[in-house]
């Protein structure tokens, strides 16, 4: 019962000991206030963007003002309306689900955005309170007590020349940088995706036309068997017609490895293991090909681009790091405070100790680097080093960027050039191929003219389809070295 009584007499005690921490209390806000007014005051550059010279237009499109003119570029389409086979789309949207390297990328902004949240922890009074309760009696002593204690201490670091405002500059361009980077893994993944798939549907049609090779040359092989069984025709005309069937059977093997391999990096991609791939109605020939591919103004790649921007939140976080270094050369002044007490009641001495102990203090410091051997320059150095190093390194992105979409830009051109003329030779080899088996059939010539022809049209088929192949990897490079595929 005496407890009970003890415990609501400090009731108010403990009231009147919380009063006293109001000093700490007005200490924190006098603190942020000072802070606040003098936040404009940081030491080191500010960010600029750097003035790069870009060209005009790229590569190869000079001969063509209206595409240089052109606002749009074909990389401002989602990808969904780029690759529209229904089954590729699929594959897409699971490996965005899966991909391990893009959920460990996804991760990497997590851990930044947590960074940023530590390193701006340092603007604001570090705070920390503690509490402790005893209570007892003696054997052979008439003491009882109980007893509460309670402590808080508080701690400030003045800002006054920006060293923590600019770490967390350099903080949040770091988080930006990890969030760009994490753009330019999903480009990527989906135009490494849609490359496979359209791999795998060339390897489809490569075995496609070496099989319907077979299926036509076996018929050939009976023909002139039959022939040569009424005496019109050779054993050598059979072996010849046999070495182009050979031949066609010989690379079933190896299309069907390179297939199921093709198959498992796509798994890969995907987040899954090894297996098949399911494939949609559409063969490579009936993919979408769009009739134009308008790159866009040569300035919007800067902002389209999520590698240069990642390039450029570097260089903010390094030119952040600058005034870092600068602002270790100057004082760092810091308050502290500490409040508490120590109340309760002795059954022994109550008149003595109900009443509170309060205490409390308050100070500050002030320290000021006198001597450090050259370790605070050579920071400051190697900090204006790195800023350097990652200037040259966003120009460079920009100028690898140029470079690509030029390099990309001819590649289409010119391989959809070869993909008409192949087709072109394909349809004269077929002609060639049908009228040298009628003068073979008519005596007018002998098998081997056939034969030529036919292993002609069987190159040209096999060439013809990686052409088809070579023109969609160079669709999907375009739109992927123009900064398309990462908008969600």
């Known amino acids: 019962m005496g407890y009970r009584q003890t415990n609501a007499r400090s009731a108010p005690r403990t009231a009147s000991y919380i009063l006293n921490l109001r000093p700490l209390v007005s ?21 600029h963007k750097p003035d790069v010279q870009l060209p005009g237009a790229y590569h190869d499109l000079s001969e063509n003002p209206q595409a240089q003119a052109q606002a749009a570029s074909f990389a401002d389409l989602p990808w969904w309306q780029v690759f529209q086979d229904p089954q590729l789309q699929d594959l897409i949207r699971t490996a965005l689900k899966q991909n391990y390297d893009l959920r460990i990328a996804t991760e990497r902004i997590n851990a930044s955005r947590a960074q940023v949240a530590i390193t701006r922890s340092s603007l604001f009074p570090q705070v920390q309170g503690a509490a402790n309760f005893s209570g007892g009696k003696e054997q052979f002593f008439p003491l009882k007590a109980n007893i509460l204690e309670l ?7 003045l800002d006054l020349f920006g060293q923590l405002r ?47 090779t077979v299926e036509t ?12 069984d009424h005496g019109v025709a050779t054993k050598l005309d059979v072996l010849q017609a046999q070495q182009v069937l050979d031949t066609a059977n010989a690379q079933i093997p190896d299309l069907e490895r390179q297939i199921g391999q093709q198959e498992d990096a796509i798994n890969i991609l995907l987040g899954n293991y090894p297996g098949p791939v399911k494939r949609g109605g559409l063969k490579l020939p009936e ?32 030119n952040a790091q600058i005034g870092v270094a600068k602002a270790a050369f100057f004082p760092q002044i810091s308050l502290t405070g500490s409040g508490g007490g120590a109340f309760g009641r002795s059954g022994a001495f109550s008149g003595l100790m109900a009443s ?4 409390w203090s308050y100070g500050a410091s002030v320290a000021q680097p006198i001597f450090t051997g050259g370790a605070l320059r050579g920071n400051l150095h190697l900090a204006e080093s790195q800023h350097e190093q ?52 008519g005596g007018t010539t002998n098998y081997l003219e056939v034969l030529d022809g036919q ?28 900064g398309g595929g990462w908008q969600q």
């Open 390 to 441: 990652d200037l040259l390194a966003y120009k460079e992105a920009i100028q690898h960027a140029f470079g690509d979409v030029s390099d990309a830009l001819i590649g289409y051109q010119k391989l959809r050039e070869v993909r008409v003329q192949q087709q072109q030779v394909v349809a004269d080899l077929a002609e060639s191929v049908r009228l040298s088996i009628m003068r073979y059939r």
């Open 217 to 228: 040359q076996e018929g050939s092989v009976k023909l002139t068997s039959l022939r040569l």
């Open 151 to 157: 402590a808080a201490d508080a701690s400030f670091q």
């Open 455 to 482: 292993r002609s049209l069987f190159s040209a088929e096999l060439t013809l389809a990686q052409a088809r192949g070579n023109e969609y990897q160079s669709l999907v490079q375009i739109y992927r070295v123009l």
């Open 27 to 47: 200490m924190g806000l006098a603190a942020v206030l000072v802070s606040s007014l003098i936040g404009g005051c940081a030491v080191g550059p500010n960010y």
């Open 356 to 359: 509170q102990n309060p205490i």
């Open 166 to 212: 600019r770490a967390t500059e350099a903080a949040r361009a770091q988080l930006l940088a990890t969030e760009f980077g994490q753009r330019t893994v999903t480009l990527t993944l989906v135009s490494d995706v849609a490359s496979a798939y359209f791999s795998l549907l060339q390897l489809d049609l490569e075995l496609q036309i070496t099989k319907d």
């Open 287 to 318: 993919e979408f090909i769009p009739p134009d591919v308008p790159p866009g103004l040569p300035s919007s790649l800067l902002a389209r681009r999520p590698d240069i921007r990642q390039a450029e939140q570097v260089l903010i976080a390094a």
